[in-house]
């Protein structure tokens, strides 16, 4: 016979004691109460909208799966599909190793530079996307932008560039613009977890003759392993969630710009919901990304697991 | 303290008590009790109309023994905030200015869900239906009546570098159609200094289509929807239109640059970077405000023509404003929404502060509206606009609007890229599928507002 420190306390089914006084369920209460009627009916009720076509709460018809089906064959959501995907390639692709480029030149930097140089990449993302979005349109002006002026400086290319009209070059601009603002942020995660790393097993790998970019894939890369998954997983999540910046970017055309070149499932669901009105519409698109999210995030971490397993 | 110690679950729970009671006593004491609200409140999105009205409704109040409140928000909030209040039935003002296109939204689904009240008989009576420019009820219709009172017409016109045209030896009488206007602009759009860089174009072009695009497609008589809400924009003459729109705005040949928007459109102008910019009677207010440097070097001429003796004007723009169902005071709404827009007296003044042409007809006699603006060059800005009012098209509102002007560029700018890669080569083939396509899609969408229209509320 065994014994534990509780025994002869009620035990609830998932094995922990089970008070018998009311107090912790009092002090639960305001959370349970707020998060049923804050998370909980307009989580069923999203799910319900999505069955339904609506002009705003007043009226709505039910439509069974028209919703979806409407979804499926909708270019604009096509578009909105193939658009935030590719931002989210780029995201995971091109900004993070971007990230960690630089927080591995800030590390091996001196304390005083690499708290400067942190604050420095790590400050646009204090402004906001809206302001980065009015500053780029500003920066991406035509034969005046900063922007512009750069591009023709160094490639002779660009001075009349229409960042935000064109539809080849609209993809392009929010790209920049998110890099600007993104890099600095996800640069600040890579800095913390490489000042946890190892230094010994840097210095025996170094010792036992690899390069720098082998001391990196081999010792550095796998030590920081955790922090490498979470940043990517909420890069990716950020990305299918990419709203602001389009919006502010592309502002004249519901953030969609010219032959629906910036619009992203997320300004999609936004003009379907809050713009036409059709609520059940934006909900469906609702729950189309949030699949898409969990997928995602499902496959990154099994991935991350069979990597540690290696 | 030893009662914090002896408090029954630790010090922390105590500490958040207290903080919790304070601050309810601290919300409770200083709690204002909230204003009783005004017989009418009134929000406008314009800064000038905002100027305007508060000046005139003092008068208003005196006259009729009431409270008027007027707010002023950002259009793209107030059109937000409105939308979602009225869909969520919470407290909306009485009267809301709005802009074109955002009718739509407010005559969805079943008439017994519209927002907003019916004027159409209200008009009738008053017998202001005849008395305002007919073309402007288009706008602010659904299913036959009409929800929002008209502000005003914005009549389209050219304005240009009246000093470097006359520089060029450009008579611009004689530029009465867009076929002389196009092949002067070809002689004069040029590389200036030889970098290799264009450094004066004949006219702002949006790159993208939008609202230039838009704005000719009316001139010559297109429409997004006909009368009965049909989608209307998919024919040979917009296909025509696009084809002319990309020869003037990509390739060798073309004539018209995108300025942009705010200083880009002030320094374009003053750098004499684009000479002739689309001018509705708003923004000619507009340019004398951002661009004072060039004051008695600009001037205005109406549109040319897409044919000989054509219509020489279009539309761009357009403000209502709208009775909301939930005032507790209509016909009192109502008395001020024409005392706002149709008191004679006044719009006098406020032509002179905003330059824009009011849609009674009766205003344009005014001495006001015959006042020469030195800006540009003592034209008589006023009677250019009223001559040209009666000729404006009219432009029919639909729920799914928006969707149309978002077909009409994506189709625009496919056929754009299509010239960019292949030419002239298939050219109308493409447009022609390319407008069909867009069309068929804003049918779809149009097909689920028929769902919702028969809905019982």
């Avoid at chain 2, 009316?218 to 040979?236: H, L, M, Y």
């Avoid at chain 2, 880009?264 to 923004?283: E, H, I, N, Y």
């Avoid at chain 2, 509206?369 to 000729?391: D, H, K, V």
């Avoid at chain 2, 754009?416 to 109308?428: D, P, R, S």
């Amino acid at each position: 016979m065994t014994t534990t420190k509780t025994a002869g306390r009620p035990r609830s089914w998932v094995g922990r004691p089970r008070y018998k006084g009311k107090a912790p369920y009092l002090f639960l209460s305001p959370y349970v109460v707020l998060t049923a009627a804050f998370f909980a009916v307009p989580f069923v009720n999203a799910i319900m909208l999505a069955f339904y076509e609506t002009n705003g709460p007043r009226s709505r018809a039910f439509v069974g799966l028209a919703n979806f089906r409407f979804l499926l064959t909708d270019s604009t959501f096509q578009r909105a599909l193939i658009n935030t995907t590719l931002f989210a390639l780029v995201s995971v692709f091109v900004q993070l190793p971007l990230s960690m480029g630089l927080a591995l030149l800030l590390n091996s930097g001196s304390n005083r530079i690499k708290g400067f140089f942190r604050l420095v990449f790590f400050s646009p993302n204090l402004v906001g996307q809206v302001l980065v979005g009015i500053l780029f349109s500003v920066l991406f002006t035509p034969r005046y932008g900063l922007v512009n002026w750069g591009f023709f400086a160094f490639l002779n290319w660009g001075l009349e560039a229409r960042w935000v009209s064109d539809p080849q070059l609209i993809m392009p601009a929010i790209i920049l613009a998110s890099l600007w603002l993104w890099v600095g942020f996800n640069m600040v995660y890579f800095l913390a977890a490489l000042q946890t790393v190892d230094k010994s097993l840097q210095e025996a790998a170094r010792i036992d003759g690899a390069n720098p970019w082998q001391v990196f894939w081999h010792v550095t890369l796998p030590s920081m392993r955790h922090v490498v998954i979470f940043v990517v997983i909420m890069s990716v999540i950020g990305s299918y969630q990419l709203f602001e910046l389009p919006l502010t970017l592309l502002s004249e055309s519901y953030g969609f710009g010219a032959n629906n070149a910036g619009v992203t499932l997320i300004t999609y669901l936004n003009y379907m919901a809050f713009r036409s009105g059709d609520l059940g519409l934006g909900s469906a698109v609702g729950w189309v990304v949030a699949v898409i999210i969990f997928t995602i995030s499902l496959i990154q971490i099994r991935l991350g697991r069979i990597a540690e397993e290696d | 303290m030893r009662f914090v110690s002896n408090f029954p679950y630790g010090r922390a729970p105590f500490w958040l008590l207290v903080v919790a009671v304070v601050s309810v006593i601290l919300r409770v004491a200083t709690a204002h009790r909230p204003e009783a609200r005004p017989d009418l409140v009134v929000v406008t999105h314009t800064e000038a109309h905002f100027e305007a009205y508060r000046k005139a409704i003092p008068r208003f109040e005196r006259e009729h023994g009431v409270k008027v409140q007027l707010q002023f928000t950002n259009w793209a909030s107030l059109q937000a905030r409105l939308q979602n209040a009225i869909l969520a039935g919470t407290e909306v003002p009485d009267l809301a200015e709005v802009f074109e296109g955002s009718l739509g939204f407010f005559t969805r689904g079943p008439v017994a869900d519209f927002g907003v009240l019916d004027l159409t008989d209200r008009l009738r009576r008053d017998g202001l239906d005849h008395r305002l420019v007919e073309s402007r009820f288009s706008l602010w219709s659904a299913r036959g009546r009409v929800y929002a009172l008209p502000h005003d017409v914005h009549p389209v016109m050219l304005a240009y570098r009246r000093d470097i045209v006359e520089e060029l030896g450009i008579d611009v009488s004689k530029l009465d159609t867009w076929d002389k206007f196009v092949e002067m602009g070809r002689r004069v759009t040029r590389d200036l200094n030889g970098d290799g860089v264009i450094d004066r174009y004949m006219i702002d072009l949006r790159y993208d289509g939008n609202w230039s695009l838009d704005t000719l497609m009316f001139q010559r008589g297109g429409q997004f929807f006909d009368q009965s809400g049909q989608v209307a924009f998919a024919t040979e003459d917009t296909a025509e239109l696009i084809r002319w729109y990309i020869e003037q705005s990509r390739g060798e040949r073309r004539i018209g640059y995108e300025c942009g928007w705010g200083q880009s459109v002030v320094k374009a102008m003053t750098d004499g970077l684009v000479l002739f910019q689309w001018a509705p009677d708003w923004r000619t207010w507009v340019f004398s405000d951002e661009a004072p440097s060039l004051a008695g070097k600009m001037a205005l001429m109406p549109l040319p023509a897409w044919a000989p003796g054509g219509r020489r004007t279009s539309i761009w723009g357009g403000t209502g404003l709208m009775i909301m169902k939930q005032t507790r005071h209509p016909d009192l709404a109502w008395e001020l929404a024409k005392y706002l827009y149709f008191d004679t007296p006044e719009l006098g003044k406020r032509f002179l502060a905003t330059n824009i042409l009011p849609v009674l007809k009766d205003a344009w006699t005014l001495p006001e509206l015959n006042t020469p603006f030195p800006y540009y060059s003592n034209q008589r800005i006023g009677q250019m606009y009223a001559s040209l009012a009666p000729e404006t098209p009219p432009v029919y509102s639909s729920p799914v609007d928006a969707a149309a002007r978002i077909a009409l560029d994506q189709a625009y700018n496919r056929a754009a890229e299509y010239y960019t890669h292949h030419g002239e080569a298939g050219l109308m083939e493409t447009i022609r599928a390319e407008l069909a396509a867009a069309a068929e899609d804003v049918r779809r969408r149009a097909r689920r507002e028929k769902v919702l229209e028969q809905v019982v509320p």
